[in-house]
């Protein structure tokens, strides 16, 4: 028994990832959210100005820039990890 514990139902396995990406999503836009209303909202009013408009744009565009960066050198890293661990466990 176990050795059972590991493998567990792939179908429970996809629906936990799913979760799991959907929370760091929200996570995410939560934090964007934060970052660029105190960068961009300096008086908060019934209508949004111009260059308030263009601040937030730029400031969601570049986190989004900046998060997918390190998304993709956390992906590196933990493929280079991987077969490094793979090779020594051989």
């Given at each position: 028994m176990d050795g059972q514990g590991a493998t567990a139902d792939p179908q429970l396995q996809q629906f936990i990832e799913v979760e799991t990406q959907k929370q760091r999503f929200q996570q995410l836009v939560h934090q964007m959210t934060e970052v660029c209303w105190e960068k961009c909202m300096d008086k908060p009013g019934p209508k949004?100005?111009?260059?308030t408009e263009?601040?937030?744009?730029?400031?969601?565009?570049?986190?989004?820039?900046?998060?997918?960066?390190?998304?993709?050198?956390?992906?590196?890293?933990?493929?280079?990890?991987?077969?490094?661990?793979?090779?020594?466990?051989?």
């Open positions: 949004m100005d111009s260059r263009m601040c937030f744009v730029n400031c969601v565009e570049r986190f989004i820039d900046t998060s997918q960066f390190i998304l993709n050198r956390l992906e590196q890293t933990q493929r280079s990890r991987g077969s490094f661990s793979e090779t020594m466990s051989d």
